[in-house]
Nanobody, 115 residues
Framework: QVQLEESGGGLVQPGGSLRLSCAAS????????MGWYRQTPGKEREFVAR???????SYADPARGRFTISRDNAKDTMSLQIDSLKFEDTAVYYC?????????WGQGTQVTVSS
């Protein structure tokens, strides 16, 4: 079993920045991909970004250029830096860890962009 815990969400003004973190614990294998999805009420959860164990990152189009994903394998943590926040970035952000045979999810952290 793997447990994931997000942190770093909150209320931020448009144009501001936020750094989300995800800490993994439990039976973590070295071959895994970690990433983020986000969800707003009434909509499906949408992919934001992911990063391989080796550090290869990929982003959804809305995240490219403003979001930066990173991870620290020694600490089993992952981060998502979000810059130039927009109203439409408001969502619950979920981190995940994919072992190839199973995907684990965190409980989510709320990001609200409001003036």
């Amino acid at each position: 079993q793997v447990q994931l815990e997000e942190s770093g969400g909150g209320l931020v003004q448009p144009g501001g920045s936020l750094r989300l973190s995800c800490a993994a614990s439990g039976s973590i294998t070295s071959v895994n991909i970690m990433g983020w999805y986000r969800q707003t009420p009434g909509k499906e959860r949408e992919f934001v970004a992911r990063i391989s164990y080796g550090g290869s990152a990929s982003y959804a189009d809305p995240a490219r250029g403003r979001f930066t994903i990173s991870r620290d394998n020694a600490k089993d943590t992952m981060s998502l830096q979000i810059d130039s926040l927009k109203f439409e970035d408001t969502a619950v952000y979920y981190c995940y860890l994919d072992t190839g045979s199973r995907r684990y999810w965190g409980q989510g952290t709320q990001v609200t962009v409001s003036s």
